[in-house]
């Protein structure tokens, strides 16, 4: 009986820090962005990974290289890493660079030269959170947290426990220098993606991979 209270207890304390860190992380349009005084709400995103967003029409099939600067992290006032470390940031910086690499190598000749029919992208990490250790895989498990995280699932929510990355992403015609698209958006795992639950960083890279894939469906 005893077991049964201490693991409700766990449960209910679970849903509550879940439910309270969910709300405490929304991105805004940062300061420091130079695109940010174009980017309005997206309300045609009804995920609200992509709050904020600028776009004008573009035939993405007209560009085949792309220029991708060096991540920058975000140093501005309104920046939303708490207090992560320099070096989780750089870590995280390193991934993304990599990863969006690889994903737009799949359908552009990366270059660095400015041209026709190349694109500029200028990604900038503004916010990140870690996950939390232990108690963020367990709460998958304890029947509180699992009716909290099905409803997540369901609606493509947050997992309790569960880190993410919020970043900026600007595309520029090379040649003009014309901003194409800019976005700001939060990316995190599948609520009931255990393996992104494990490791400090492992949510928010999880995000940057699904990040990835929704800049290349965009470009498609």
Known sequence: MNRSIALRGLGTLLLGAAVAGCATVAPVPYSGMASSAYMAPDKSDASGRVPYRYSTPVDWRAYNRVILEPVVVYRGRDHQFGDMSDKDKATLAAYMQTRFAEGLRGRFALVRERGRETLRIRLTLTGAVANTPVLGTLSRFDVAGAVYNGVQAARDGEGTMTGSVIYGVEIFDAAT??????????????????????????????GLDKGADALMAQLN
């Open 177 to 206: 220098a014309r901003l194409l698209s800019a976005y700001v958006t939060k990316q995190y795992p599948a609520a009931y993606d255990i393996k992104a639950t494990a490791g400090a960083l492992a949510a928010a890279t999880a």
